[in-house]
Each structure stands twice: as structure tokens, then as C-alpha cells.
């Protein structure tokens, strides 16, 4: 039996949709159980043999700021979903809310692994193959050295391993603006070192340097960069879309043609919008911690939550901590430098995405 | 009359889209005159009494080492095109070559502006507004400062008001991973700090952070960044944008309906394919130079390329030049910290776009 603790409260709709996507996720899945954290009064929908209510009085809610969500609210949905897996009662905890707080708690309350300075953001988007490719880190480390890079690469090869619940060393691409080794500035050049370093060693199989095209070409599984450059990718990728989405919606209602031209074209239209469904993809995880904690996308719907908790749910049985943890063993001559060669910088900038 | 030279061998299909790019805007353009920069026997193909040919006898290929380009073929097209903006026999100097080389070549020929530590690359992208975004840095300098960054905005904004030959301050947004002033790097902090400085001194006007999406969303005229992240942005866009081309040509020749539907739809998509396509926003502008020189994307068609020229010839008529170096005059008490405040930085890195 693999228990998730699903912050019920967090996330734009809150528990409407929270709790009909555990209701979903519990009857395609006979060997989970879930813990719904919220107020109870609030998560009176959903009874089942399977779910128990875990009280929770306060709410994170999306514009609290880091330190109100970590200092002031101690009885937040998130932070008791959280506490659920520290205890040993859940094997993962899920939640839609505040990017940054979840960072934040699940920070304070599970702390890092040891050889891993930060923990960091892994979030899967879709690819011209029909697959998946997992960037990371998407917002949670804003200056990263060439040591965060390689245990990016190290952490997020776990994650693609344990999804697929694979032992095959996923491909790792590091995010560059050109192929060729001399490429990219400083840090770039020397994470390009490292994790060449680090594939010699058996730790990685390391692709070499990728573009922000072959994110979306799926030319490697993983793709590794620090949090600025991943959250702008990201968002820049959003904005895109939503643009082709709104000139299309304008293009199809421009008259009576063109509307009859919509209808006509929209199986396939609604085939193609379902390959770059976002929701068919939501659920990032936050790597680098004791414990392992998946963040759903705030405006999930019902089938973008359940997405999110499969993943979770797919994590936590196919033992993604112990695989994490056996990597950064395995890679510990070339990580141990990432605690010791640099001096302790600021505490991360997280960001919402 | 306004003139401009042309590297005619440049690019991915060279005289055979140059030059009918060329013919096409000389049709257009009863007030502007050609240089027609490369080999004689390659250029016979376009007499115009408005077109003269210019000899150059090598010709810089998409592979070449930017010190091949700069060191060895001292006769190529890209770099007498050049030679004619800094001889004055020319306006501005247009080239779908390799962009390295052509940032290198132009920089050691023109040298840059007081005021500005490194030329950067300007790249028009189209926007939910049915406008072009600028964006810039797009990957002449992977290790930007703040006192870069201010320069960028400086620069760029000259350059959407010579465009659009307006005096009105274009809007500048500074791309962050979050809108909040405590959001992004330290790097990125302290340019927020100096672009706000420089809109109370009314050099700019200064929108604030933007994020990723507002790029194609039209949020500002102009968005700064470094060469690092804008190489990642504009790459990811046409991963993405890649990728939904070809999800839809793959679903619109699934069977026989569906090709049905294609031709049904074909109107409709192809006015939503002429809003997005990079043809119409071909020609970025190396700025921060003491002479104009635009780059065509290598594969331009001679569609694409004629809207180089055209972005050329409006700069060199709305004297963009002038308007550059009027707008860092006035923001030098600003920019002065550029050049002393820091030690000189290794060259710049120049990237493919």
C-alpha cells in the first residue's frame, strides 16, 4: 500500500477539484490510500475506505509570501501534508499551492540529502516524440555553480528512472547556447566538465550540450540548467502557446466559414490541443530533500490533479528516494566538491510556476 | 537615397534568394540603392540602375571558426560589406551569414560606441498584439552585468523608436522570473535598480521585471536579458513552436478525412501560420556598433530577406545611429559606471541564432 498525503486546500480551486481527482485517482489505483489534510469541514465530499481526513486549520493561499507561509501558518494544509511524510505516515506528499512556500516547508521540515546543497525543481514537459522530457531546475535556484548542475543531473536521473521504473541511465542534456563545448559562459562550461567527468565515473549518461529546441525535440530525457534559465524557458513556452491558442480561437471565429471550418477540423484540432495538454504532464517533483514531495501546476483541473498524483504515486512505489539516494553514493567522489569548493551562498529565490 | 550593402553570399542559399530579395526591394524602395557585396560571376543575375556590384572574393560559410572569418578571409562578402558602412559608401551593411562572425567582424571593423561595453543582438519576435516584441541580448554576450543590461534597454529602445520612427520612449521590461522587485539574481536585482534609476533620469521608460510569457504576450516593446537566457528563450520558442507545426501536419494526414479537413481549414491556418511567421519579423540589429549592420536568419527565404532590407533600410532612414548615440548621451551619467566600475570580462562568446 503506497499512502500520499494531498494537501487539499492548496491550488487555485481548492478542494472541488482536489478532492474529486483523489476520488478519481483512488478507484483507478486498488493500492493507494490517502491522506486529504485540510479542514475538515471542507472535505466532507469524499468518503472512502481508503482516505482519511488529517485536520489542518490554515490555508497557504498564492500571494503569501515565503516567510508567512513558513513562519506564521504552522497548521497549513501544506505544511501538515508535508509533516505526514517526515512522520512516516505517507510516502509522498502532493500539493497545488505557493511554489515557493512548498519549497520553503518541505526545505525546513524534511532538510537535504547529504552531498546535495539544493534541492530543486523537475518538471516534465512534452516532446515532438510523445514523450516526455524532464527540465530541471525550473525556478528554485536562481545562481547556481557547476556543482548545483551536477546534482541536478545526478537527481533528475533518478526521477526519469523511477517514473519509468527503469534501471536504464536516462540521457542528460545540458542547456546551452550551442553544441560545441566552448560554448555558454563560465559555469556552463565548467558543469559541462563535471558531468562529463561524472559519465566517465558511470554516474550519468551524458548527452553533451543541448539547445532550448531540443527541449521540446526530445532530444535527451533530461535537461539540465539553473532555475532562471529554466523558469524563462518555461514561461517563454507558455506565452507561445497561448498565443497560437488565441490566434487560432480568433481565427476560427472570424465568420460563418470559418466557424463551420472549426467544427469540421475539430477532432483533429482537439487530438493535437491533447498531445500539448499540459495536464497530461503536470506534476513537478522537489528533488534533493528527505522525503519526497510532487507540486501539481495551481490551475489543475480535476484530471491535471490525478496526473500529478500518479506521479507521485508512481515515485513513491518505484522507490525514488532510495534511487536518489544510491546515485549521489554512487556519485559521491565527483559531488563531494559541491559542499566544500564554494563558500554557502544566499538561500535560493523561489519562484511560482 | 539611402544606401545599403549587401553580403550577398551569405546564408543558407546565398545569390539565389539574395538577390531576388534584392530585386523585389529596389521595386519597393524607389529611394534606396544597393550594394551588391561577393563574387561578380555569382551576382550577374540582377542589373538594376540602382544596384551596383561590389567584389569580394571569399565568402564566410555557416561552419567557419569565428577566427577564420575574422583572421583569414580578410576578402570575404560579410566583411567588405561591412568595410563599406565604415567607408561611408554605405548606410548599412545587411547579412544572412554566420552570426559570430558577423559580431566579430563587425566589431573589429566598426568598433563599439562610448558607452557601451559589447554590442548586442536585437531580434523582433511577434507578440498576442499583433506586434513585434524586441528582444536583446539574443547571444552575443553569455556573462552580462547590470551596467550591460542598462545599455541593452538604452540601445534597444533607440532602436524600436527609429523602427517605428517615433520619439515616444518605448516600454522596457526586464525579464525575471517573477514581477516582484526581490524576484531573479543578484545580476538581475541590480539591473532592476540602475533601470529604475535610469527612468527617474527619464532615459527609459522602464515597465519593470516581465517574465517569460510576456515576451510573446506584447507586454513591453522592448525585454533585456543576457545573451544566455534570450538565446535559451528564442531556441525553446522554436523547439515549441516546431514541435506543434509538426503535431499538426502529422494529425491533418492521419487518413482521408482528415486530409479533407486540412484543405477545408487551409485558409484559416494559413492566416494563423502569416501571424507567426519569423518572415515577417526577419532582421536583427547589431547595435552598440559605430556603423548599422543587420543579420538575416541563415535560411531566409528571399521573403524573409527582403524584410531585412527593409528593417535595415527604416534604421538607416530613421537614423538610428544618431538615435543610439543621442539617447546614450543622455543616459551617460548612468552608463559611465559601465566601463570602470568592473574589469574588463573575457570576449564574449558569440552564439548561432
Known amino acids: 500500500m503506497t499512502t500520499l498525503a494531498v494537501d487539499c486546500m492548496g491550488g487555485d480551486h481548492g478542494p472541488r477539484v482536489t478532492l474529486a481527482a483523489c476520488r478519481a485517482f483512488l478507484e483507478h489505483?486498488?493500492?493507494?490510500?490517502?491522506?486529504?489534510?485540510?479542514?475538515?469541514?471542507?472535505?466532507?465530499?469524499?468518503?472512502?475506505?481508503?482516505?482519511?481526513?488529517?485536520?489542518?486549520?490554515?490555508?497557504?493561499v498564492m500571494d503569501d509570501a515565503v516567510e508567512?507561509?513558513?513562519?506564521?501558518?504552522?497548521?497549513?494544509?501544506?505544511?501538515?501534508a508535508i509533516q505526514q511524510v517526515k512522520d512516516g505516515a505517507a510516502d509522498v506528499a502532493v500539493s497545488a499551492g505557493n511554489t515557493g512556500a512548498l519549497m520553503a516547508i518541505a526545505r525546513y521540515l524534511l532538510k537535504t540529502l547529504d552531498g546535495i546543497d539544493r534541492p530543486a525543481i523537475a518538471y516534465p514537459l512534452p516532446n515532438a516524440r510523445g514523450k516526455a522530457t524532464t527540465v530541471l531546475d525550473l525556478g528554485a535556484n536562481v545562481d547556481c555553480t557547476?556543482?548545483?548542475?551536477?546534482?541536478?543531473?545526478?537527481?533528475?536521473?533518478?526521477?526519469?528512472?523511477?517514473?519509468?521504473?527503469?534501471?536504464?541511465?536516462?540521457?542528460?542534456?545540458?542547456?546551452?547556447?550551442?553544441?560545441?563545448?566552448?560554448?555558454?559562459?563560465e559555469v556552463i562550461?565548467?558543469?559541462?566538465?563535471?558531468?562529463?567527468?561524472?559519465?566517465?565515473?558511470?554516474?550519468?549518461?551524458?548527452?553533451?550540450?543541448?539547445?532550448?529546441?531540443?527541449?521540446?525535440?526530445g532530444t535527451t530525457d533530461l535537461v539540465v540548467c539553473d532555475g532562471f534559465v529554466g523558469n524563462v524557458a518555461l514561461k517563454t513556452?507558455?506565452?507561445?502557446?497561448?498565443?497560437?491558442?488565441?490566434f487560432l480561437r480568433q481565427e476560427f471565429s472570424r465568420n460563418f466559414l470559418t466557424?463551420?471550418?472549426?467544427?469540421?477540423?475539430?477532432?483533429?484540432?482537439?487530438?493535437?490541443?491533447?498531445?500539448?495538454?499540459?495536464?497530461?504532464?503536470?506534476?513537478?517533483?522537489?528533488?534533493?530533500l528527505r522525503g519526497l514531495v510532487f507540486k501539481s501546476h495551481g490551475s489543475a483541473d480535476e484530471v491535471a490533479f490525478e496526473q500529478a498524483l500518479m506521479r507521485a504515486y508512481d515515485a513513491a512505489r518505484n522507490h525514488l528516494l532510495d534511487r536518489v539516494q544510491a546515485r549521489i553514493a554512487h556519485a559521491a567522489p565527483l559531488l563531494v566538491p559541491a559542499a566544500t569548493a564554494r563558500p554557502p551562498e544566499a538561500a535560493a529565490t523561489a519562484t511560482t510556476i
Do not use: C
Request: proline share 3%.
Open 68 to 80: 508567512v507561509a513558513l513562519r506564521r501558518k504552522k497548521d497549513s494544509s501544506m505544511r501538515v
Open 146 to 185: 557547476e556543482h548545483h548542475l551536477l546534482q541536478f543531473a545526478v537527481m533528475g536521473s533518478a526521477l526519469v528512472a523511477a517514473l519509468a521504473n527503469d534501471d536504464r541511465n536516462p540521457t542528460v542534456g545540458l542547456l546551452n547556447i550551442g553544441e560545441e563545448v566552448i560554448k555558454g559562459n
Open 237 to 246: 513556452s507558455e506565452g507561445l502557446a497561448g498565443m497560437i491558442a488565441g
Open 259 to 288: 466557424k463551420i471550418a472549426a467544427a469540421i477540423t475539430w477532432p483533429v484540432l482537439s487530438a493535437i490541443k491533447n498531445r500539448i495538454d499540459y495536464r497530461r504532464y503536470n506534476g513537478a517533483a522537489l528533488l534533493g
Open 29 to 60: 489505483h486498488p493500492d493507494a490510500s490517502l491522506l486529504l489534510v485540510g479542514r475538515p469541514a471542507d472535505l466532507q465530499g469524499l468518503a472512502h475506505p481508503r482516505a482519511r481526513v488529517v485536520e489542518a486549520t490554515e490555508v497557504v
Open 189 to 217: 562550461k565548467r558543469a559541462g566538465e563535471l558531468l562529463r567527468a561524472a559519465a566517465a565515473a558511470g554516474d550519468l549518461n551524458f548527452h553533451g550540450n543541448v539547445e532550448g529546441n531540443d527541449i521540446f525535440e
